[in-house]
């Protein structure tokens, strides 16, 4: 009972830390570790405002790279490690310039020409919408901005899902891509371990709209709702909540985790928690399912279009950083995804968690020195 009383305290104290009043926003975090930084605001062709955060380098720029967050997180993320260790700040001052993108409904880009996040339609999104729109839209705007022809592309979680299925979509993007870093890739999610999505994929759709609506997902009070006794069953998940959906770290400084539960988890739609729930039950990496009837009127088939990885840009460079404790992106599932692949990625293996990749305090020596020198390899051939 004690335990149950200590979690449902720790959600509510996570619900309103976004509220807390003294808390930096990103700006104020990379202004702070002195650094040049600026907003600017891109517009997707379906009406969304995206914030994109750019780091400015002193100098003339070498290249120009962006970064985009995963799933439940926004461009605070890889922001929160010590400037010593995080990935933007050794590439800053390497000399390149770094744009941290933020994708639709994410706490940070809250923003449409006709919807408010009051509207459910605001909330009529998944990764598909992601991979549409706030990627292509994303890439073209840092490199009107920047001068540069081409930029290097770094994902992380669902920044990887989304980068996949718009080169699939958008080949031509492929274009304007220099090298695409996956950290923690995603395309299949069958073999994921994940507590959150498997729970979610064994609940019809049609329940999940019922109790959660049409609109924001919020991590802890999806957990307060549909698992209230998890603090009890294991003790260690109420530590670090986002736990719950991407598995345990293994290299995280856990002095670190009451800072990084001030800006973690972020929200996202309930229809895209939605969408990954059907890739994990259905163990497809395909477009939203909306039963038969609203599939045929929208894509002419009876079940929603798979994205054909066989699809995916061969001109392009990929590296892959893959975790083998990582419980989103399993390694079951990136070697499926390997397999379908047209080309032949460069491949790293760690024995990282999903979340490890931004948020370990060994990310500098184990990953981050490596992509340097990709980037400098790729970006300057």
Same mark, same amino acid.
């Given at each position: 009972?004690?335990?149950?009383?200590?979690?449902?305290?720790?959600?509510?104290?996570?619900?309103?830390?976004?509220?807390?009043?003294?808390?930096? @926003?990103?700006? %104020?975090?990379?202004?702070?570790?002195?650094? $040049?930084?600026?907003?600017?605001?891109v517009?997707?062709?379906?009406?969304?405002?995206?914030?994109?955060?750019?780091?400015?380098?002193?100098?003339?720029?070498?290249?120009?790279?962006?970064?985009?967050?995963?799933?439940? #997180?926004?461009?605070?993320?890889?922001?929160?490690? /010590?400037?010593?260790?995080g990935?933007?700040?050794?590439?800053?001052?390497?000399?390149?310039?770094?744009?941290?993108?933020?994708?639709?409904?994410?706490?940070?880009?809250?923003?449409?020409?006709?919807?408010?996040?009051?509207?459910?339609?605001?909330?009529?999104?998944?990764?598909? #919408?992601?991979?549409?729109?706030?990627?292509?839209?994303?890439?073209? !705007?840092?490199?009107?901005?920047?001068?540069?022809?081409?930029?290097?592309?770094?994902?992380?979680?669902?920044?990887?899902?989304?980068?996949?299925?718009?080169?699939?979509?958008?080949?031509?993007?492929? @274009?304007?891509?220099?090298?695409?870093?996956?950290?923690? =890739?995603?395309?299949?999610?069958?073999?994921?371990?994940?507590?959150?999505?498997?729970?979610?994929?064994?609940?019809?759709? #049609?329940?999940? !709209? $019922?109790?959660?609506?049409?609109?924001?997902?919020?991590?802890?009070?999806?957990?307060?709702?549909?698992? =209230?006794?998890?603090?009890?069953?294991?003790?260690s998940?109420?530590?670090?909540?986002?736990?719950?959906?991407?598995?345990?770290?293994?290299?995280? *400084?856990?002095?670190?985790? =009451?800072?990084?539960?001030?800006?973690?988890? *972020?929200?996202?739609?309930?229809?895209?928690?939605?969408h990954?729930?059907q890739?994990?039950?259905?163990?497809?990496?395909?477009?939203?399912?909306?039963?038969?009837?609203e599939?045929?009127?929208?894509?002419?088939?009876?079940? /929603?279009?798979?994205?054909?990885? +066989?699809?995916?840009?061969?001109?392009?460079p990929?590296?892959?950083?893959?975790?083998?404790? #990582? !419980?989103?992106?399993?390694?079951?599932?990136?070697?499926?995804?390997?397999?379908?692949?047209?080309?032949s =990625?460069?491949? !790293? %293996?760690?024995?990282?968690?999903?979340?490890d990749?931004?948020? +370990?305090?060994?990310?500098?020596?184990?990953?981050?020195?490596?992509?340097?020198?990709?980037?400098?390899?790729?970006?300057?051939?």
């Open positions: 009972m004690k335990l149950s009383v200590i979690f449902l305290t720790f959600l509510v104290l996570v619900a309103l830390s976004s509220a807390v009043s003294g808390l930096k @926003n990103v700006t %104020e975090i990379i202004r702070s570790y002195g650094y $040049e930084a600026e907003e600017h605001w517009l997707t062709l379906d009406g969304y405002y995206l914030l994109m955060n750019r780091i400015k380098t002193k100098g003339k720029p070498k290249g120009v790279i962006m970064f985009q967050h995963g799933l439940t #997180d926004n461009s605070v993320g890889v922001c929160l490690a /010590p400037v010593t260790q990935l933007p700040w050794g590439l800053v001052d390497s000399g390149y310039e770094f744009w941290l993108g933020n994708n639709r409904g994410n706490g940070i880009s809250m923003r449409h020409v006709k919807w408010t996040p009051a509207d459910d339609e605001f909330w009529d999104f998944s990764w598909q #919408d992601m991979a549409e729109f706030d990627f292509p839209s994303q890439i073209n !705007y840092v490199l009107s901005v920047s001068g540069f022809s081409k930029l290097t592309y770094i994902g992380h979680s669902e920044g990887t899902i989304q980068a996949f299925a718009g080169l699939i979509t958008h080949p031509e993007i492929a @274009n304007k891509l220099n090298l695409y870093v996956a950290l923690a =890739p995603v395309g299949y999610v069958g073999g994921e371990r994940s507590i959150v999505l498997k729970l979610l994929a064994d609940i019809d759709l #049609d329940v999940i !709209y $019922e109790e959660l609506g049409i609109h924001e997902f919020n991590l802890p009070t999806f957990i307060q709702k549909f698992i =209230p006794n998890l603090c009890v069953l294991d003790p998940m109420c530590y670090f909540v986002i736990e719950t959906l991407m598995g345990p770290s293994q290299h995280i *400084n856990a002095s670190r985790i =009451p800072y990084f539960t001030q800006y973690e988890p *972020n929200p996202t739609s309930v229809k895209n928690m939605a990954w729930s890739q994990v039950r259905d163990k497809t990496f395909s477009k939203f399912d909306y039963g038969i009837v599939n045929l009127e929208r894509y002419g088939t009876v079940k /929603p279009p798979p994205y054909k990885l +066989a699809a995916f840009p061969t001109s392009l990929v590296a892959l950083f893959t975790g083998t404790n #990582d !419980y989103l992106a399993d390694p079951s599932d990136v070697q499926r995804m390997l397999s379908e692949l047209p080309t =990625p460069l491949v !790293y %293996e760690t024995d990282y968690g999903h979340i990749f931004i948020m +370990a305090d060994n990310a500098k020596e184990k990953v981050y020195s490596i992509i340097a020198k990709l980037i400098q390899k790729f970006s300057s051939s």
